[in-house]
T-cell receptor, first 114, second 109 residues
Framework: ETGVTQSPTHLIKTRGQQVTLRCSSQSGHNTVSWYQQALGQGPQFIFQYYREEENGRGNFPPRFSGLQFPNYSSELNVNALELDDSALYLC?????????????FGPGTRLTVL | QKEVEQDPGPLSVPEGAIVSLNCTYS??????FMWYRQYSRKGPELLMY????GNKEDGRFTAQVDKSSKYISLFIRDSQPSDSATYLC?????????FGAGTTVTVRA
């Protein structure tokens, strides 16, 4: 176990709805990254937060947004859900944003959009 | 062309065999190379983490990086049924990880 927790474990939404996913980072880690993993694919980088600021963003539209809180936990918000948003959403924490630090993943939240 | 290419398999081997996995990449900026193991419906678990070219061994696992060829490998010796999983290569140049599609491995008892 990595110490990274995510909630909920899974959920089902309908197209057009909004969803919020939550992540608690490993103790001592101040950087959180979010990834989307479609079935049969590798994870795709969404964005990273370091000390409550967005540090970098992948090729995802603005309806994907996030927050990081003073305790370094994080949220991923997705508005106007589309069918293609169905995926496993993973968060990963690291000690800081330095490139040499390993990222440790949580168990993921499985989102199904109907 | 994808930044990281990985043969999705599937790969099926008998117990005790050597499992050989590999990835190629196109981004010369990648400096850190990782292998993750992912069981069905679980998050990826970090197996090996290497910097630049060379070999790294950890128990039954050996990771190799050849930056001149933009090619990385993972070898699993004396494979066990518990090694059955999807193996993801990942690479990092700045802050984000770029993943391969994953190779599904089954070790038959």
């Amino acid at each position: 176990e990595t110490g990274v927790t995510q909630s909920p474990t899974h959920l089902i939404k309908t197209r057009g709805q909004q969803v919020t996913l939550r992540c608690s980072s490993q103790s001592g880690h101040n950087t959180v990254s979010w990834y989307q993993q479609a079935l049969g694919q590798g994870p795709q980088f969404i964005f990273q937060y370091y000390r409550e600021e967005e540090n970098g963003r992948g090729n995802f539209p603005p309806r994907f947004s996030g927050l990081q809180f003073p305790n370094y936990s994080s949220e991923l918000n997705v508005n106007a859900l589309e069918l293609d948003d169905s995926a496993l959403y993973l968060c990963a924490s690291s000690r800081d944003m330095s490139s040499y630090n390993e990222q440790f993943f949580g168990p993921g939240t499985r989102l199904t959009v109907l | 062309q994808k930044e990281v290419e990985q043969d999705p398999g599937p790969l099926s081997v008998p117990e005790g065999a050597i499992v050989s996995l590999n990835c190629t990449y196109s981004n010369s900026a990648f400096q850190y190379f990782m292998w993750y193991r992912q069981y069905s419906r679980k998050g990826p678990e970090l197996l090996m983490y290497t910097y630049s070219s060379g070999n790294k061994e950890d128990g039954r696992f050996t990771a190799q990086v050849d930056k001149s060829s933009k090619y990385i490998s993972l070898f699993i010796r004396d494979s066990q049924p518990s090694d059955s999983a999807t193996y993801l290569c990942a690479m990092k140049g700045d802050y984000k990880l770029s993943f391969g599609a994953g190779t599904t491995v089954t070790v038959r008892a």
